[in-house]
């Protein structure tokens, strides 16, 4: 069979258009919901009926629409300490292992106690938050290291040091601090939890079971952050000439070993914070499975918000939103099936931002051709 | 601690990591990184325990885990040899898609027993002391298969022509396309051999080593650990095989040491306080870190790299597809 036409693919040479990327994540997003929705009906599942839970279960009223942000704010924060290591072409694996130590040395402020536990609230969190980032960033040095001084593969590393640190946090949560012999560390105290809207259910009615919680300011002003530094800093402008190009970044005298430790280091104290907005605002004590794969589903959220900062967070409500609904949805493996597509779908579709697809008419005398993006 | 049972018992799982990362060396030789591989073997683990338990059949399931292996890999070869997108990026998304399949159509497989890959003694072999009992007596059929893949593969890429069409792939695929060797045709083939040998890897487990459907604790991290070996053994099938047994045996003799009550003399910690086991349990991950160091310094200092092409798209020309 002859087509009336051939497909041509041309290298771009003109600027992507501005809408193109946001639209290629967007269709990506709608094209995997509907292979898994195909999937779903290949094993006899009911995929229009799981939507329409989906939807309820996550934006259907205003404590759905707080559970979903509250899944969300974890998501933001690892999602933006993948985001500056892939801008450096650093491949952190290790978010989720981060989030644990990140997890474990804030709890250390509660469980040693390491101030008085009848300190004001602001200290005791205050403590937690800067203990949390130290922790990640420290679990973040390792890798960092090893790649900058002996040149060992970070993905490989990282990855390790995940299950590291899960074995770590169970070392001592079956342990020393269990609580009665559960594995999980007694609850902390009030003072180390970090303020919910439900707290002020009193003075306004509105609020009562809402259990968002202060992590998202803490996730907003991260963005902020991490904005700030890619775009308006001398740091941010030496992270990304490393990541796009190596060799010209050596020769503009810039420190890459010094510059990979740092971002490494970084990138973990983003998802150690992580990890402390979790148990101070959502479990309130140190326990067994804390994330159900945060620092892998932040993988894929950076790299469907392109690495822009603002984007992650867009990106993380609709994928805290997958996590809140997926607790729910049978068979259990549905969710991260769909954000296997999801992320499928958007690195096959960049090569519309690389390439120009144009239909050329065969035999024709007017010889038309038909642009397509 | 009886040194025959470590080793006999580091032969077997080293099975598991042998086949995953002789596997992910073809592929990366021909130029192709793909981080898959924890996805390919939940997914062949899974397609060979369901295959085997529906049809009473294990050679069935074995070849369903390489098919189901392969055909996944094909969509990390299409995204990067066709759409020139991230190898790396590409490779996590299979290790998702591969994960999520896995569990969703392995729904309710745990608990059930399917026909497993049979064990049995190599007459005459088992009987040469130490070495028989080790290598030749009640292993899986798949043990055996093993040894005898390791040179095979060993000898196909460094000894024949179609070996150095693989070789040349990776290492220079522009030289390798002007002498007429089909890049983008090679790369494909040897993603799915690739994605076919992690299959088995994944079957390995289910229908032999530690048989059972037991969702993402099934593989618990042992396609990462292939890929971090492949580093180590900087490509060569070789010294992918030797480290697979090395680290098959020490997790077992690692395992061990919380047996006995006395160690060296001394009152053994981990028999007294069963907790410490937590820290046995992060050895493989340590091991695998500490190999990648080893490896990389080697590589460095006589300047044996990765494949010159490893992780890179071949665009012929500008046009690219």
């Known amino acids: ?373 | 601690m009886n040194l025959e049972i470590i080793l006999h018992a580091g032969l077997a799982t080293g099975t598991i990591l042998l086949f995953a990362a002789i596997g992910e060396v073809f592929s990366e030789r021909a130029g192709v990184l793909n981080l898959g591989v924890e996805g390919m073997m939940l997914l062949g683990a899974m397609a060979g325990f369901s295959t085997s338990l529906a049809t009473g059949n294990v050679w069935l399931g074995l070849l369903a885990a390489i098919i189901a292996g392969g055909i996944l890999s094909l969509a990390h070869g299409l995204v990067t040899i066709h759409f020139q997108a991230d190898q790396v990026v590409s490779g996590l998304s299979l290790t998702f898609l591969g994960t999520g399949l896995a569990l969703v159509l392995g729904e309710g497989l745990t608990g059930k027993n399917p026909p497993l890959v049979p064990s049995f003694n190599i007459p005459g072999l088992s009987a040469i002391p130490f070495i028989g009992p080790v290598f030749f007596t009640d292993h899986s059929l798949l043990v055996y298969v093993g040894y005898l893949f390791v040179p095979l593969a060993w000898y196909f890429i460094f000894r024949t022509r179609p070996g150095m069409h693989l070789r040349a792939v990776g290492e220079k695929p522009d030289a390798a396309d002007t002498m007429g060797v089909n890049v983008y045709g090679l790369r494909y083939l040897y993603v799915f051999v690739g994605g076919c040998l992690a299959g088995l890897a994944g079957a390995t487990i289910s229908l032999s080593v530690s048989p059972g459907w037991y969702s993402t604790q099934t593989t618990s991290g042992q396609g990462w650990i292939a890929v971090g070996l492949v580093i180590f053994a900087q490509w060569d099938p070789l010294r992918a095989a030797f480290g697979a047994y090395l680290f098959g045996a020490l997790r077992r003799g690692i395992l061990d040491l919380q047996g006995p009550a006395f160690l060296l003399g001394m009152k053994n910690p981990l028999y007294i306080n069963s907790n410490y086991g937590f820290f046995l349990q992060m050895t493989p991950y340590v091991l695998t870190i500490l190999a990648l160091v080893i490896g990389s310094r080697q590589a460095a200092r006589k300047r044996l790299g990765a494949p010159a092409a490893l992780g890179l798209p071949y665009i012929r020309g500008e046009r690219g597809l």
């Open chain 1, 1 to 373: 069979m002859k087509l009336p036409f051939t497909v041509m693919f041309e290298k771009r040479m003109d600027d992507v258009p501005k809408w193109l990327p946001a639209a290629t994540s967007i269709g990506s997003v709608v094209i995997a919901f509907i292979i898994s929705g195909i999937i779903l009906k290949l094993i006899g599942g009911q995929p229009m009926r799981v939507g329409k839970f989906f939807f309820e279960a996550t934006f259907g009223s205003w404590a759905a629409v707080s559970d979903t942000l509250v899944k969300a704010t974890p998501l933001i924060m690892v999602g933006l300490a993948c985001t500056i290591a892939f801008k450096m072409k650093l491949w952190n694996i290790g978010a989720e292992g981060q989030f644990y130590i990140g997890a474990f040395a804030a709890s250390l402020v509660v469980l040693i106690p390491m101030v008085p536990l009848d300190s004001p609230r602001f200290v005791i969190i205050g403590l937690m938050i800067i203990m949390g980032m130290i922790g990640g960033a420290a679990w973040g040095f390792i890798p960092g290291v090893l790649k900058g001084k002996f040149g060992v593969n970070e993905i490989i590393t990282t990855l390790m040091l995940n299950y590291i640190a899960i074995l770590w946090n169970n070392f001592w949560i079956f342990n020393k601090w269990s609580d009665a012999g559960f594995q999980m560390t007694p609850p902390f105290e009030k003072t180390a939890w970090l303020p919910r809207l439900a707290d002020y259910a009193r003075e306004y009615k509105a609020f009562s079971g809402i259990t968002l919680h202060l992590g998202v300011v803490i996730a907003l002003v991260a963005t902020v952050v991490v904005w700030w530094v890619l775009e308006r800093s001398r740091w941010g402008y030496e992270i990304k000439l490393t990541g796009d190009n190596k060799e010209a970044a050596r020769y503009a005298g810039i420190n890459i070993v010094r510059n990979i430790i740092l971002v490494m280091m970084f990138s973990g104290a983003l998802a150690g914070l992580a990890g402390m907005s979790e148990i101070s605002g959502v479990v309130h004590r140190l326990q067994e499975r804390i994330s159900p794969g945060y620092g892998f589903t932040g993988i894929i959220i950076a790299w469907l918000a392109k690495l822009n900062p603002f984007a992650v967070v867009l990106v993380s409500i609709l994928f805290g939103a997958l996590i809140v609904a997926g607790r729910e949805i049978q068979p259990s493996g549905l969710a991260q099936l769909l954000q296997g597509i999801i992320l499928f779908m958007v690195i096959s579709s960049d090569v519309l931002l690389r390439y120009k697809i144009r239909f050329i008419r065969l035999h024709s005398p007017a010889a038309g051709e038909v642009e397509v993006a």
